[in-house]
């Protein structure tokens, strides 16, 4: 026997029969049904069992005690509780668990009144949240062992399964059960077996959402036991429509096959449906083809699917799995499974434009919705509720886009990036997308996650990486980089509130506490700044606020000692540890943000005046903003970008504008005032600090801020295109733009030229303000440090190229009348024999003979240069 066999075969269908005999229930032989007829009608009543156990447990898989279903609305895939209807006469106490093990053990076959009675009083001593613990550390989990042997004997769908996975899913919720029943009694490996033979029990894939709710370093060790390789077979079998399903025959575990891997299970399942869709393309090559938004795919996806609960609980254990640590080697593991495209596919939204009768069109799919047109999505956000299959996916995707970036380029590849965009865009196309609370948080979350993916390398302050098509941005093709990531100003009232959240562990209007992670929030953060209408709009509007929530992570983690937290039972306000990579995003992005608070523009201040105690700095203690970003700067684990960010700002904190308080109704943006405050004991620890005095940076010249500049690469002396070479050949005046950088002011161009830069190599400490001053300087005609560039103003661009042109027509004329000089000089040399010394017969004066323009050629330095001497 192979190490797979098909469900369905006819050794099966004898066993099934035998097993019938055993009952009283026996069928001849020539009752048995064929294969196909035996798979269809198994297949259909393990359905119905599923459609009923859906309806019981309202989605939730959720009992109350009185049989009732009830909902807990958790949003965060964590631990969840079910409650069957208890028929058990008195309540039974903890110290009699032991003895229900031994019954339980003991029975010598599981549809008894002896393990029936065991399991139900069980289960009436795991409804009580004290006993769970205890329940799972008496004998050192010997209940937890003998539960999974006894599933192991137990009937498909049968009441003695259900209600062992009841037992075992209310003591798999307590933090302190996890690892003993994960890893001491082996249980992920054995309720991931059982899920991959019956994927239909989507209680299974309920436990193990409980399991991976759990911290970080049994997540590791739960991702090194090919969880993620049962999970996302489990997940591609569910996914099945009915017709595929008995087409496909998918591949099972045998009883004698305890030895093969899941990614060998999984692995075979790839191949043989890789040959199962090259079959059906090739026999039905133009069927369910949409390539522009597979509406109809997307719209029946999750009613098709042959086991939809399944589906849905596997995708909330991986959610789980993925969530973003120190470590990737989930999210990388995931890529390699081959899974990924199933899920975005979840995600991938349709639209359908109607145009009105006399436009002569009756349906187009656009992305713009035409005068008096109407549009309709299918697969719209506005259904995928906290508890949603589609809610789970879009999660799986976030905690991808923000890995690694090989993660992020294989996403790149799938097309994640017009998937995401799509979804991001939709809300706005809707005329009610305001009043819609679920459209807009998973059409943000799609924003965020598309931030992650185009916002994460190549720009300043991270590394660059090459793709197969060259750079991250080439891989950028459906719209450009800006169109992307800027934020519509709801959605940055959501980015102000979901960063105030996660970092005090709190819930807003339709997500738990522990949805969103600070870290992944301020990364998401860091890379939507990259885009500077983003940066602008913030420091216009919420600014202050904004910069406040920053600097209160940096102090966080330069000076707090909370540890991190993801139980539902989280205490309120409380703060969350960051580790350096989230620090090193809030540092970046606080100081991308001070550029605008020089004060260059009324009214407009970069710290509250708290973090700038006048007092403090005469004293020669330091300001607080100071002292906090020292302790930062002297953490041990700092990242090279943020100690970048945390000395630039240091160098320019003499010259940044502090005003305004906390308590200002206009500041808050709807943020808790306590949100804003640091602890009190951070701020017994910054009172005690001492900081040595710095010296301040460059001063910033006025003209750095607000005035757009152009830059161009100096070409080489005597390159160029066409008849014109030279330094005099400026692009300046080309329509395409070719060859000209536009920044929007002289600061922000030192972006390319500072930290991380490859163009210009720094022997000296980096002050950005300087460089930006030198920047400006150049522009202004000023012989000074250019980096070897050309630097205009744009508003002096027309200008200046009027006076180019005039310096290459006087260029030309010199050029041709120095032509004709030398010819004369030649010929006067041949008619005197080669003699040269004709040029002394006039005593020795050579009569020079330049070429005056009153105008005077222009430099791009602004001199009017007049005739050489």
Known sequence: MGIFKRRGSKSRGVEEAKEGEEEGNASPPEAIPTRREQTRNSTRARRRRSKRRSRNNNNNGELNANGSSSSLNNNNGGSRSTTPINNTPGPPTSDMVPSLVVELETSPNTHGEQPARALRMLFALSEQQHNRTSMVSQQDGKLVQVLLEFLERCDRGSSEQYLSL????????PAENKRMIALHCNGAQALTKLLCED????????????????????????????????????????????????????LVLSSNDDNISPKELLQAFMVQQEQETQLSMEQHPLEDLDSNTGTKTQQQQSQEQIYPETARWCLSAIKNLTRPTSSQQACTTLMETGVVPLILKLITVGVVVTAPPNDGQEEQKEDILPRNGTRSVFNSPAKWDSNSMQDAALFVVMNLASSTSNVREVMREAHAVDILSRLANVWKQQQQASKDDTMQLQCFKARMALACLVGAEGHFGQGTTRTNRGSVAGSVHMMTQADLLELHPTEASLLLELLSNSMHGLAGSNYSAATFSPKWVLFALRCLLTNIPNQEYFSSNCG?????????????????????????????????TLDADAAAHAAFSLYLQSNYGFGNKPNRFFLPAIYDNGENRVAGTGSLACKILTSYIHSPDVTPAGRHAADQLLLRLHYLQFGGTLDDSDNTNNIPLECLQLDDSLVRMTDSMVVEKRTHGARPRPDIFDRAILRSRVPKKGGGSGKRGGTTNAPWGRNDGRGIATYPSALHATQALSFGSTKVRHLDAIDDVAIANNIANSANGEKTESYN???????????????????????????????????TKQQLTKDNGGDTSIHAADGGREIRHDVVDEDGPFTIFGFTCGPCN
Not at 166 to 173: E, G, T
């Open 789 to 823: 560039y050309w630097w205009i103003w744009q508003d002096a661009k027309e200008e200046v190229q009027k006076h180019l042109d005039r310096q290459t027509s006087t260029d030309s004329k010199n050029s041709s009348a120095s032509k004709k000089k030398m010819t």
């Open 199 to 250: 994927p239909s029990c989507h209680l299974l894939a309920i436990i193990l959402v409980n399991l991976t709710f759990c911290e970080q370093d049994l997540r590791k060790e739960l991702v090194n036991l090919q969880l993620l390789e049962s999970l996302s077979y489990a997940l591609q079998v569910a996914s099945l429509k009915l017709e595929e399903y008995e087409a496909f025959s998918p």
């Open 166 to 173: 009841l037992v075992l899913n209310n003591i798999s919720i």
């Open 544 to 576: 202050v606020v904004l910069n406040t929530l920053l600097i209160k992570a940096l102090a966080q983690y330069s000076l707090g000692t909370t540890t991190e937290t993801e139980e539902e039972e989280a205490p309120k306000r409380m703060t969350t």
